[in-house]
């Protein structure tokens, strides 16, 4: 019986750091989710980005969608404003998709580098999942197993938006000025 225990013990002291491991992956997608809508209150939009008052702040998801549902469910009935926020998911971006909000997990995948390209200089705040900081406005990064993030506010205001002083005071480092 001894030696059971033993053995028993030892798998859970082995599996400790997987079973931690796998409850953080599980977190992740929820709270990027969570993020991503609540940026949006903290970013000044060009009053062009907006066809009315009440026009819906659209959040795109490209190239990887590793939200599904959770997204949908968390922005389920937020606005900011008066505006709803929706959630469209696409294959490939051009300028003139409406994206307000545009995320890309795969950033170096082709299509997330032509959509890039497409988003630079137009009224789109762009979230990565680039941990070097290189790929859009605002890129997520995971330290100590928690989502964090890093902003480009030069970046930023080249697409002609504003991120709040508060949203810059969350980040790990807001390089490139304000």
């Given at each position: 019986?001894?030696?059971?225990?033993?053995?028993?013990?030892?798998?859970?002291?082995?599996?400790?750091p997987?079973?931690?491991?796998?409850?953080?992956?599980?977190?992740?997608?929820?709270v990027?989710a969570t993020?991503?809508?609540?940026?949006?209150p903290?970013?000044?939009?060009?009053?062009a980005?907006?066809?009315?008052?009440?026009?819906?702040?659209?959040?795109c998801?490209?190239?990887?969608?590793?939200?599904?549902?959770?997204?949908?469910?968390?922005v389920?009935?937020?606005?900011?404003?008066?505006?709803p926020?929706?959630?469209?998911r696409?294959?490939?971006?051009e300028?003139a998709?409406?994206?307000?909000?545009?995320?890309?997990?795969?950033?170096?995948?082709?299509?997330?580098?032509?959509?890039l390209?497409s988003?630079h200089?137009?009224?789109v705040?762009?979230?990565?999942?680039?941990?070097?900081?290189?790929?859009g406005?605002?890129?997520?990064?995971?330290?100590?197993?928690?989502?964090?993030?890093?902003?480009?506010?030069?970046?930023?205001?080249h697409n002609?938006?504003?991120i709040?002083?508060?949203l810059?005071?969350l980040?790990?480092?807001?390089?490139?000025?304000g």
């Amino acid at each position: 019986m001894k030696a059971a225990a033993r053995l028993l013990i030892a798998a859970v002291l082995c599996l400790a750091p997987i079973a931690t491991a796998r409850a953080a992956d599980s977190l992740e997608a929820p709270v990027k989710a969570t993020y991503l809508y609540k940026f949006v209150p903290f970013v000044e939009w060009p009053a062009a980005a907006f066809t009315s008052p009440t026009q819906s702040v659209v959040l795109c998801v490209l190239v990887g969608d590793p939200f599904g549902a959770v997204l949908d469910q968390a922005v389920r009935g937020q606005k900011v404003g008066a505006r709803p926020i929706s959630v469209r998911r696409l294959a490939r971006t051009e300028k003139a998709t409406g994206c307000h909000v545009l995320y890309l997990s795969a950033p170096r995948a082709p299509a997330a580098v032509d959509a890039l390209q497409s988003a630079h200089g137009a009224p789109v705040l762009t979230v990565t999942d680039q941990a070097n900081g290189a790929g859009g406005i605002v890129n997520f990064v995971l330290r100590e197993n928690r989502v964090r993030f890093t902003i480009d506010p030069r970046a930023a205001a080249h697409n002609g938006l504003t991120i709040s002083s508060k949203l810059l005071s969350l980040a790990l480092n807001a390089r490139g000025g304000g």
